[in-house]
């Protein structure tokens, strides 16, 4: 499990906020049997009752444990982990999740 990460001066508003925004391209390099997560800000906003936010860490380790899932299966285990986390089955904030599977190329 890698993280794209984006560098600072890439990154803008959220999508789809501003009609006039334009945002800046990221490349990367996918190979076949990637699968691609993208995920809102409501998902690092997920905050436990010690304060803590649900990070990339935790995030990292529950894919890790269940890639071998099928993308709908590993998506609620996402959801169901953050819930844990959380201790409660509702967040403050909206969350959307998207996997991506690549299965070819070209």
Not at 40 to 52: F, K, M, Y
Not at 66 to 79: I, S
Not at 83 to 102: G, M, W
């Amino acid at each position: 499990v890698e993280a794209i990460r984006f560098p600072e001066d890439i990154q803008g508003p959220g999508l789809g906020l501003y009609e006039t925004h334009t945002y800046r391209n990221l490349e990367f390099q996918a190979e076949p049997n990637d699968l691609l997560l993208l995920y809102t800000d409501g998902l690092s906003d997920v905050i436990n009752r010690s304060g803590r936010f649900y990070d990339v860490t935790r995030m990292r380790d529950c894919l890790a444990e269940n890639l071998a899932r099928p993308p709908a299966e590993l998506l609620r285990e996402v959801m169901l982990d953050a819930q844990r986390f959380a201790s409660r089955d509702e967040f403050d904030d909206d969350l959307c999740l998207l996997a991506v599977e690549i299965r070819r190329l070209g």
